[in-house]
């Protein structure tokens, strides 16, 4: 098997979460600043180090505020999540040929909860890393790197998938195959070629591909 462990990232990759983090995004800065946000701004920051991070972009005097009124509008949203279409069955395929699977994400573990809530399949996951498991974060490999220690892996063996520049410097940085996804809505194509990934997939049998079949090598 070419890879054996798949990880993923979580937003705007396994599930439909780009429209809900930009309307909260915008009511956060509406709410705190009076001003709307510039969306070019806070679509590059998507998939990066994480809230505090992007909230210290839009204004670093009101950092608390700003988590504060983005985390009030956000989290009740998780209840309209959607995976992209195919997502799951491809993880039901990986996961049958034996493949372990995990979640590598910028978010805090309970907000990954939510969106485990509402689409439990999720939960079969072998390894989740959130916000709280490392000090350094996307682009940096130490998310990428902790998973593979936790599964026991080499980076050889496995493949990180996601949607945005950071996703693929991370994956490229740690060693592992580097798939960025097209279908994520956040990022476009040409962002994400610029970063070189091993592959560019716009559909999950793409995806499947890029992953290698079981016993090849």
Same mark, same amino acid.
């Given at each position: ?7 993923? *990232? ?24 009076? +001003? ?15 809230? @505090? ?16 009124? $983005? +985390? ?25 040929? &034996? ?16 969106? @485990? ?24 490999? *130490?998310? /990428? ?14 493949? $990180? /998938?996601? *949607? ?19 279908? &994520? ?22 995806? $499947? ?9």
């Amino acid at each position: 098997m070419r890879r054996p462990v798949v990880l993923f *990232d979580l937003d705007g990759t396994l599930i439909d979460s780009g429209p809900i983090i930009l309307a909260s995004m915008k009511h956060a800065s509406l709410t705190v600043l009076g +001003r709307e946000p510039d969306e070019e701004l806070v679509r590059s920051a998507i998939g990066g180090p994480g809230l @505090i991070a992007q909230m210290r972009d839009l204004d670093p005097d009101r950092v608390d505020e700003l988590v504060d009124a $983005y +985390r009030a509008h956000n989290e009740p949203l998780h209840a309209e999540l959607e995976a992209f279409p195919g997502v799951l069955d491809l993880l039901d395929v990986l996961r049958g040929e &034996g493949r372990r699977l995990g979640i590598v994400t910028a978010k805090r573990l309970r907000t990954v909860g939510l969106a @485990i809530d509402r689409i439990p399949e999720l939960a079969k996951m072998n390894v989740v890393i959130g916000a709280e498991d490392t000090e350094r974060h996307k682009p940096e490999p *130490d998310p /990428v790197l902790e998973a593979l220690r936790r599964l026991r892996a080499e980076p050889a063996e496995a493949a $990180y /998938v996601g *949607d945005s520049p950071f996703d693929i410097r991370a994956a490229k940085a740690a060693g592992v195959l580097a798939v960025a996804v097209g279908w &994520g809505g956040i990022h476009p194509d040409e962002r994400l070629l610029r970063e070189e990934p091993d592959a560019l997939v716009h559909t999950t049998e793409e995806l $499947y591909a890029a992953l290698g079949e079981p016993g090849t090598t």
